[in-house]
């Protein structure tokens, strides 16, 4: 047996509603509608997503995907041990028995011949073929299979399929207004409100510079960064320049526009 309390979210993590994701999101779950978030890293997905499973009193189960990663990493395999070949589930079975919310963190990154194992699982099946081992998983009622991706960074050798895209349905995340986002800010980090709001006017500056030169803009979590920085005594600029500007970018110009916005604030 396996023991779904080891998935289970105990404490109820802190997450700020920016619209009415919350109330979607439990509509979609009642209806065990695959769902996709998509927006830029650092947005608060994965706290989301966190935050969702305790509310809906569900175990979680996170994959952070890659490019070499095979369809049996998440689906399972053989393994041999002193007593012959062993049957491991991987993640994705694990979470199809016990009823969990599986989440597949930039499932982008997977190779797409890895994506459509997850097909069966997102329609009217709701199944898991383990072809190696000769077993056809039919999910928990309860499971639900959420998935992130980052449409920044898509081109036309990675992008998910049309087929893959179109069994789930989306939910746009992107960085909160200033006022929300100045509130997530102190709260994580510890930072007064005052700095938190500078922090963030840095960020806005940062993101009108996203396709004119930056690839992606200064996330919400680099603004906690900042603020972890400087709420244990680190000088401001410093802390601004080591979460803020130095991640983004090596370009001397644009290192150097950067660090002008923050001497702006601080
Ligand atoms: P993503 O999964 O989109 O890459 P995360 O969920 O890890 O990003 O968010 C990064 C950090 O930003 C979180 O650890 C949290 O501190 C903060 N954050 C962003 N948005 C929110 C929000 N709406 N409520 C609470 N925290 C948030």
């Not at 041990?81 to 597949?104: H, K, V």
């Not at 994580?188 to 004119?212: F, P, W």
Request: with cysteine; aromatic share 8%; net charge negative.
């Amino acid at each position: 047996m396996i023991d779904s309390e080891q998935y289970r979210v105990t404490r109820e993590p802190y997450y700020r509603p920016v619209g009415d994701e919350v109330r979607l999101f439990e509509a979609a779950y009642a209806a065990r509608m695959p769902v996709m978030l998509k927006g830029p890293t650092g947005c608060g997905k994965t706290r989301f997503v966190e935050y969702m499973a305790f509310k809906l009193g569900r175990p979680l189960i996170t994959v952070a995907c890659n490019e070499d990663m095979s369809a049996s990493d998440l689906v399972g395999r053989f393994l041999l041990d002193a007593n012959g070949t062993r049957w491991q589930d991987g993640p994705l079975t694990t979470a199809a028995r016990i009823g969990a919310i599986c989440y597949l963190d930039e499932v982008v990154e997977a190779r797409q011949d890895t994506t459509v194992v997850i097909h069966p699982l997102t329609d009217h099946r709701r199944t898991l073929p383990l072809d190696k081992k000769g077993e056809l998983v039919s999910a928990h009622p309860d499971f639900q299979l959420v998935i992130s991706y980052n449409p920044g960074y898509q081109n036309l050798l990675k992008d998910l399929k049309p087929s893959t895209k179109q069994r789930f349905g989306a939910l746009d995340f992107s960085y909160p207004d200033g006022a929300v986002e100045t509130e997530v800010v102190a709260h994580e980090s510890g930072v007064d409100v005052e700095t938190a709001a500078k922090l963030v006017e840095i960020a806005q500056r940062a993101r009108n510079l996203k396709g004119h030169g930056l690839d992606e803009g200064i996330s919400t979590r680099l603004l906690v960064y900042a603020g972890q920085l400087i709420a244990k005594g680190v000088e401001p600029r410093a802390a601004c320049r080591m979460t803020l500007v130095r991640p983004l970018t090596d370009d001397p110009d644009m290192r150097d526009t950067l660090d002008a916005a923050v001497a702006t604030f601080f």
